[in-house]
């Protein structure tokens, strides 16, 4: 049963955002943003940490055919460098709010800080992908595009164990960059050694 609250407030047209793959050695980082109908459901849905894999892909599916209006923005590992993982992913919740087709008044963002979006208020929410439906939708496509992406790039480098580890510094991880180096996909921001 999902305790999930639909609204933060009943007047403006909310997105709800999040992202994904930030606290990752190698690929991009994902984010999402959603707006639902108020009377959105779904038992599953919840933060997708908390979310078995199989599930997230059925949630997905639901979602994209549910939600008013959805979008998924994406910042690759060279840019992380360039700009850093935090503006990293406050560009790529931009980028997902750009592909959004009804202009939300008010966005919820998943955490404690974000980088305001021109002429749209936003609201930080800390741990609000197990709070509020919006976000936990955003969490739900971040992590299951992210995870989809970081399955393609294992079948080209699979001794890195992507298809488990998702590019996050597992041993198995940490010990294939140790013997084989890193690869192009890596972030070379993050101290890996």
């Given at each position: 049963?999902?305790?999930?609250?639909?609204?933060?407030?009943?007047?403006?047209?909310?997105?709800?955002?999040d992202?994904?793959?930030?606290?990752?050695?190698?690929?991009?980082?994902f984010?999402?943003a959603v707006?639902?109908?108020?009377?959105?459901?779904?038992?599953?849905?919840?933060?997708s940490?908390?979310?078995?894999?199989?599930?997230?892909?059925?949630?997905?599916?639901?979602?994209?055919?549910?939600?008013?209006?959805?979008g998924?923005?994406?910042?690759?590992?060279?840019?992380?460098?360039?700009?850093?993982?935090?503006?990293?992913?406050?560009?790529a919740?931009?980028?997902?709010?750009?592909?959004l087709?009804?202009?939300?008044?008010?966005?919820?963002?998943?955490?404690?800080?974000?980088?305001?979006?021109?002429?749209i208020?936003?609201?930080?929410?800390?741990?609000?992908?197990?709070?509020?439906?919006n976000?936990?939708?955003?969490?739900?496509?971040?992590?299951?595009?992210?995870?989809?992406?970081?399955?393609?790039?294992?079948?080209?480098?699979?001794?890195?164990?992507?298809?488990k580890?998702?590019?996050?510094?597992?041993?198995?991880?940490?010990?294939?960059?140790?013997?084989?180096?890193?690869?192009?996909?890596?972030?070379?921001?993050?101290?890996?050694?």
């Amino acid at each position: 049963m999902s305790g999930l609250i639909n609204s933060y407030q009943e007047n403006l047209v909310e997105a709800g955002c999040d992202e994904a793959g930030r606290g990752c050695y190698a690929g991009p980082v994902f984010a999402a943003a959603v707006i639902l109908p108020k009377d959105f459901y779904h038992p599953l849905l919840n933060d997708s940490k908390q979310v078995k894999e199989k599930d997230r892909d059925k949630l997905r599916v639901f979602i994209e055919e549910h939600a008013i209006s959805f979008g998924v923005g994406i910042i690759n590992n060279v840019e992380i460098d360039q700009i850093n993982i935090l503006q990293a992913s406050f560009k790529a919740m931009h980028l997902a709010v750009d592909q959004l087709n009804t202009r939300p008044e008010l966005l919820l963002i998943d955490g404690n800080r974000f980088k305001p979006y021109p002429f749209i208020q936003h609201k930080c929410i800390i741990k609000g992908d197990g709070k509020y439906a919006n976000i936990a939708a955003a969490s739900i496509l971040a992590k299951t595009y992210r995870d989809a992406f970081m399955y393609q790039l294992h079948k080209q480098f699979p001794e890195y164990g992507w298809n488990k580890n998702k590019g996050y510094g597992t041993m198995i991880h940490r010990n294939a960059i140790a013997q084989y180096g890193l690869t192009s996909y890596h972030r070379m921001s993050f101290n890996i050694t």
